[in-house]
């Protein structure tokens, strides 16, 4: 059996913290089953938002008439983008692998592991198949992969999830997806921007369910012009015959509390399609751990139990990322990285601070968001005030014929307690509010006290959070 000193599952974001370790002298051990560079660089942020961009390409030339601008798209190589940005992720992959490989001080174990004691690892399959590896510290960085809903006859179906769709080098002529939240947003605007018709079928009210209720509504108001849109529906069968792919939906009527609800014995919808994508979420890969093991304990969903420092229940052993499920976003899991280095080597422990964790659909229209959202500060019967500023009222937002807004959420004190966007740019415009809650003061006086460049975009977050603001729930200007 290996001993080192440091070990992570996973290649992702938990190889920022083996780097550093291995900065620091100690031996170090990488766990992974699949391409190097975790979900991120292989199967999810990176090749997604690569062949959006492409879609946002074709989109702004289709929309040149309304600019009086002449042009035609005389061709559109669809499985030459797919292949480039495959070949290119796939180059990205083997460099990380290959340096790992070169490395004096890392030694790579490639294919699943498992755990068989304390901070001790077995390679169950793949190429080192049947080493052993134990460690003084174990990161556990393993990710998630795709939820497959429990609907009836979809183990008969030759379905599609995110990692197969982004491969897909031909567009299907129409394009059911099951699932309304980010990915089947982004998916569905890829594909249904390059020809395929796309029918939405979410088990929520809205689209996006995560951002803020104003937004949400817009952009499935906005999708709905689009493609044919089913919210508040959730598939209950599904079959394919002669190239067909059929889905029967009914209505969806969540409880209440801790009650989730469940299907309405009502009318239902039946939608059919070429290809079926199925994008209702992620579940966290802790049940190909064998964490009993470890001594690592999981919630209720099965996603890692740690401490406000990212350690769990085992001694030695740490988790971070998707795996942990506080926030499955690429930008939370670096966040983390950081703190567990920290914590690992530095003089004393620190909580992660997830104030100001902000999210980003890179669809269209684009979302962003952070902080609180409306309904919650509701739910919480918390004093608060809000602003809504649309991106035309902007010489900029104007001249681009831009159909979007901007919401900001404070309290009466004027400390900023959320922004959220619909609209071109959003992530971008978001970041100005992420610094100013994160290292500003976190109140509107960061904002409108900055110069902003006239004019810019930025004005838009600018005229956001300046003049008169409601008071949720009625009463008083603030």
């Not at 062949?51 to 002449?70: C, K, N, P, Q, S």
């Not at 299907?172 to 990915?183: A, F, K, N, R």
């Not at 290809?275 to 209702?280: K, P, Q």
Request: with cysteine.
């Amino acid at each position: 059996m290996d001993e080192v000193d440091f070990l992570v599952i996973g290649s992702g974001s938990g190889l920022d913290v083996a780097n550093v370790a291995a900065n620091q002298g100690l031996s170090v051990a990488v766990v992974e089953k699949g391409p190097l560079g975790g979900t991120c660089l292989n199967r999810g942020c990176i090749p997604s938002k690569m062949l959006l961009y492409h879609a946002d390409v074709l989109e702004t030339i289709e929309r040149a008439g309304e600019f009086h601008i002449d042009a035609d798209v005389a061709d559109v190589d669809f499985s030459a983008i797919v292949r480039e940005v495959n070949e290119e992720v796939r180059a990205d992959s083997a460099s990380i692998r290959e340096g790992l490989r070169s490395s004096p001080r890392h030694d790579l174990y490639e294919g699943e592991g498992r755990f068989v004691d304390e901070r001790t690892v077995e390679i169950v399959s793949g190429e080192d198949e049947g080493s052993r590896v134990q460690a003084e510290t174990v990161l556990i960085a393993a990710g998630t992969r795709p939820v497959i809903p429990d609907i009836d006859g979809i183990e008969g179906v030759n379905y599609l999830t995110s990692t197969e769709a982004l491969r897909f080098e031909t567009p299907p002529d129409h394009l059911v997806i099951v699932g309304g939240g980010y990915i089947a947003a982004e998916l569905g605007h890829f594909f249904g921007t390059f020809g395929s018709d796309v029918t939405i079928v979410g088990r929520r009210p809205n689209l996006l369910p995560e951002a803020d209720e104003e937004v949400a509504d817009a952009f499935t108001d906005r999708y709905a012009e689009r493609f044919t849109v089913h919210t508040g529906h959730a598939a209950t069968a599904v079959s394919e015959a002669d190239g067909t792919v059929t889905v029967e939906a009914h209505p969806y009527e969540y409880g209440e509390g801790d009650d989730e609800g469940g299907v309405v014995d009502e009318d239902s919808v039946t939608v059919t399609g070429d290809e079926l994508l199925v994008a209702a979420g992620r579940t966290p890969n802790t049940d190909r751990l064998d964490l009993d093991s470890a001594g690592v304990e999981t919630d209720a969903r099965g996603f890692v139990e740690t401490d406000e420092y990212l350690r769990t229940t085992a001694d030695g052993v740490w988790a971070l990322g998707d795996v942990v499920g506080e926030y499955l976003l690429k930008h939370s899991a670096n966040h983390e990285a950081q703190a567990v280095a920290r914590n690992l080597f530095g003089d004393e422990l620190q909580a992660v601070d997830y104030t100001a964790m902000p999210f980003a659909v890179f669809a269209s229209p684009e979302v962003a968001g952070v902080g609180a959202r409306e309904e919650d500060l509701r739910e919480a019967d918390r004093e608060y005030a809000t602003r809504t500023y649309r991106y035309d009222e902007t010489a900029r937002g104007d001249a681009m014929k831009a159909d979007g807004f901007l919401k900001a959420i404070i309290d009466l004190d004027g400390e900023i307690l959320g922004c959220h966007i619909i609209g071109p740019e959003a992530s971008n415009l978001l970041q100005e509010v992420v610094v100013a809650m994160n290292a500003g003061s976190g109140t509107v006086q960061d904002i409108r006290e900055s110069v902003h460049i006239h004019p810019a975009l930025s004005e838009v977050v600018q005229r956001g959070f300046s003049g008169q603001f409601s008071r949720g729930g009625g009463g008083h200007t603030h």
